[in-house]
Nanobody, 118 residues
């Protein structure tokens, strides 16, 4: 089993920045064999969408809407996943979820609210 806990959400003005963190905890062997870790977001009435994901030590993938503004990174020693978000817009307002994937299993955190508003 793997448990995920997000932090770092909040209220920020347009053009501002936030860094989200996700603590990955649980079975050490399972954590070491995760296929990918990532961030998703969801707004009411819409499907959850991929924001960014990291495969292994270097391969990263971003949604077109955040490419060039958001950066995903991973601290394997501390089992932490980060999402640095720059140039935030009102369209980035959502609940952000941390995700880990292994084979056919997805693990999710509880989510953290990010609100971009003036």
């Amino acid at each position: 089993q793997v448990q995920l806990a997000e932090s770092g959400g909040g209220l920020v003005q347009p053009g501002g920045f936030l860094t989200l963190s996700c603590q990955v905890a649980g079975n050490v062997d399972e954590i070491s064999m995760l296929d990918s870790l990532g961030w998703y977001r969801q707004v009411p009435g819409k499907q959850r969408e991929l924001v960014a994901t990291v495969f292994g030590p270097r391969m990263k993938k971003y949604a077109d809407s955040v490419q060039g503004r958001f950066t995903i990174s991973r601290d394997t020693d501390e089992n932490l996943l980060y999402l640095r978000m720059n140039g935030l817009t009102v369209e980035d307002t959502a609940v952000y979820y941390c995700n880990c994937h292994r084979r056919t299993t997805d693990y999710w955190g509880q989510g953290t609210q990010v609100t971009v508003s003036s």
